[in-house]
């Protein structure tokens, strides 16, 4: 089992930046894609970015060219700059061992959230 945990989440104006990060504990890191989801109330949660220790990374098409994933040996980070009203949301970290998997199912162990809010 891993355990996740994310942090550096806040209020930030829009056009800021802000750097998440999820610390990883228990099972060897580096054997699991670490991926970055978000969600807003009454909204399902959507992938944002993924990145597997071979270094091939994904991305949702909405943050391209703003947010970077990377990790190392136990930590992951969602750099995110650019920031819109719209990316307001629970943030959250979570692994699997699917390979370059964007879909939330296949994510196994799953961080409690960080908060980020923008405002305009």
């Known amino acids: 089992q891993v355990q996740l945990v994310e942090s550096g989440g806040g209020l930030v104006q829009a056009g800021g930046s802000l750097r998440l990060s999820c610390a990883a504990s228990g099972r060897a890191f580096s054997r699991y894609g670490v991926g970055w989801f978000r969600q807003v109330p009454g909204k399902e949660r959507e992938f944002i970015a993924a990145a597997w220790s071979s270094g091939v990374t994904a991305y949702a098409e909405f943050v391209k060219g703003r947010f970077t994933i990377s990790r190392d040996d136990n930590t992951a980070y969602l750099q995110m700059s650019g920031l819109k009203s719209e990316d307001t949301a629970d943030y959250y970290c979570?692994?699997?061992?699917?390979?370059?998997?964007?879909?939330?199912?296949?994510?196994?162990?799953w961080g409690q959230g960080t908060r980020v809010t923008v405002s305009s």
């Open positions: 979570a692994v699997t061992i699917a390979a370059w998997s964007k879909h939330r199912n296949d994510y196994m162990y």
